[in-house]
């Protein structure tokens, strides 16, 4: 709208500034036609009543006073010449005859001789005014031409560009006044027409899964602004309630999965304990001198597996709890070699690429991630003739790698995508939740945590820290 408003201003003003010319051009034109005819009229009107004999040798006798009286009549000097170029009379005073032409140029007789209406115009400028020049031939009586009169223009344009910047001065106030009114219309009418866009865009951007997401309601919206709402809004309805289902279910399977879990590890020391706990009430016999002993490796059975159970329910407890962020002033490779010494196996080996390498973790919660990835390695291994684990530590641009590579069993295709998950486990023991605490306590510190794994050849599990700056 603005462009259109500007683009027309532009137009106009040219357009106009162009008539104006044609106009002047125009008047002046006529203006000089008619004053070149009315001279005629007076100059053939004194010949019709001169008593010399009207020959090109007597104009000047003809004319010497009459030239002045025709001139002041019809306002406008002119000048007389002879056939052949020669000044005879001019209406000018005696002091401004030096600025006229004593003799006209060949070429301005030649083009009046050959002009079919025996007239010829010359354009001029003068000290950086225009001006128009006529010829034409001055006849006798009969017709004969015996003189060229000439008559110069002055155009005068003072009153026509006055007309013209006074036109112009309102037509830019009207368009200036047009062009605020344009910009005016078309914020309004733009923010009128994407209010509703822009509504349904922030909206967008703000849906989150994880939350309830409010409706969009507008009123008055055009036709496919509200099939764009009603589409959003039902998308929504339908979001929420795949949201409360999905939960609901994952809780249900949650809680589904913990309790086999929680169940199964603790039935598996419960039923040596009944066992344990039915032989030694059938074959115990308080007389025997062997009593005391048998006792003792009764007891012994039972807190092996009241042992058990508890570190079952320490490793869950421990799953469940996020580690506390304390956010210590570390060197990691001390750390590593410290968390290292609890190993006795001799195929373990430790190399770092410095001796220092700070980082701001938890000290306990470091060593954890360490020796769990470490038991992994070792439990990966025991079928291998020729064991090997490798830890190692090195800077990785602002991070500090932890990398722990074993040529164990690896990990097929199928278990990759769920080795992290909290209950997932390829052993005969254990409950699975070593990785998923280990991620757990990594994502905490802002780290990350990767493995790449051959079956047959070994894995590697890479631990990445924020080096601290």
């Known amino acids: 709208m603005i462009l259109l408003v500007l683009l027309a201003s532009v137009l106009i003003v040219g357009i106009t500034v162009y008539q104006f010319q044609e106009i002047n051009n125009d008047y002046h034109q006529n203006r000089m036609e008619r004053k070149e005819e009315q001279i005629r009229q007076s100059i053939d009107l004194a010949i019709q009543k001169t008593t010399y004999p009207v020959t090109t040798e007597n104009l000047g006798l003809i004319f010497k006073n009459e030239i002045y009286e025709i001139a002041v009549v019809q306002n406008m000097n002119f000048n007389m010449y002879s056939l052949d170029g020669?000044?005879?009379k001019s209406s000018r005073p005696k002091l401004d005859n030096d600025a006229i032409s004593m003799c006209l140029d060949a070429e301005v007789l030649?083009?009046?001789?050959?002009?079919?209406?025996?007239?010829?115009?010359?354009?001029?400028?003068?000290?950086?005014?225009?001006?128009?020049?006529?010829?034409?031939?001055?006849?006798?009586?009969?017709?004969?031409?015996?003189?060229?009169?000439?008559?110069?223009?002055?155009?005068?344009?003072?009153?026509?560009?006055?007309?013209?910047?006074?036109?112009?001065?309102?037509?830019?106030?009207?368009?200036?006044?047009?062009?605020?009114?344009?910009?005016?219309?078309?914020?309004?009418?733009?923010?009128?027409?994407?209010?509703?866009?822009?509504?349904?865009?922030?909206?967008m951007e703000s849906t989150d899964l994880t939350k309830r997401n409010k409706k969009i309601h507008i009123e008055n919206p055009g036709e496919e602004i509200e099939k764009l709402i009603d589409s959003y809004n039902g998308m929504i309805d339908e979001l929420g309630q795949s949201a409360v289902k999905l939960a609901r279910s994952e809780r249900e399977q949650a809680w589904r999965e913990m309790a086999k879990q929680v169940a199964h590890e603790i039935k598996n020391p419960l039923t040596p304990m009944?066992?344990?706990?039915?032989?030694?009430?059938?074959?115990?016999?308080?007389?025997?001198?062997?009593?005391?002993?048998?006792?003792?490796?009764?007891s012994d059975t039972l807190i092996q597996q009241i042992d058990t159970m508890s570190s079952i329910a320490s490793a869950f407890s421990n799953f469940a709890q996020?580690?506390?962020?304390?956010?210590?002033?570390?060197?990691?490779v001390q750390i590593v070699k410290l968390a290292l010494d609890i190993f006795n196996e001799d195929y373990i080996h430790f190399i770092a690429d410095e001796e220092e390498i700070i980082a701001k973790?938890?000290?306990?919660?470091?060593?954890?991630?360490?020796?769990?990835?470490?038991?992994?390695?070792?439990?990966?291994?025991?079928?291998?003739?020729?064991?090997?684990v490798l830890v190692s530590v090195a800077k990785d641009g602002n991070h500090v790698k932890i990398s722990v590579a074993d040529n164990g069993v690896g990990i097929s295709d199928e278990n990759k995508e769920k080795i992290f998950e909290p209950k997932f486990t390829t052993k005969n023991s254990g409950m699975g939740l070593g990785l998923g605490m280990v991620k757990n306590i990594v994502e905490t510190y802002n780290g990350s945590i990767n493995f790449t794994s051959q079956p047959g050849k070994g894995t590697v599990f890479c631990v990445n820290f924020p080096r601290a700056s």
Do not use: C, H
């Not at 036109?167 to 830019?172: E, G, M, P, Q, V």
């Not at 344990?276 to 490796?297: C, G, I, M, W, Y």
């Not at 580690?323 to 570390?330: G, M, V």
């Open 86 to 88: 020669q000044l005879i």
């Open 110 to 203: 030649n083009r009046l001789e050959a002009s079919p209406d025996k007239r010829y115009v010359q354009e001029n400028e003068a000290a950086g005014d225009r001006y128009q020049t006529s010829y034409t031939y001055i006849a006798d009586r009969k017709f004969k031409p015996i003189g060229i009169l000439n008559l110069p223009y002055f155009e005068d344009n003072s009153f026509n560009n006055k007309e013209l910047r006074e036109f112009l001065a309102r037509l830019a106030g009207v368009y200036f006044f047009m062009l605020l009114i344009a910009i005016a219309l078309a914020f309004f009418i733009s923010k009128y027409i994407t209010r509703s866009l822009e509504t349904i865009s922030d909206m």
């Open 274 to 298: 009944r066992l344990s706990v039915q032989s030694f009430e059938r074959k115990f016999d308080p007389n025997d001198p062997n009593a005391e002993q048998k006792l003792k490796e009764f």
């Open 322 to 332: 996020m580690p506390a962020q304390q956010n210590e002033t570390l060197n990691v």
């Open 361 to 388: 973790l938890d000290r306990t919660q470091l060593i954890r991630v360490v020796t769990n990835l470490v038991k992994n390695a070792i439990q990966a291994v025991p079928e291998v003739a020729s064991p090997r």
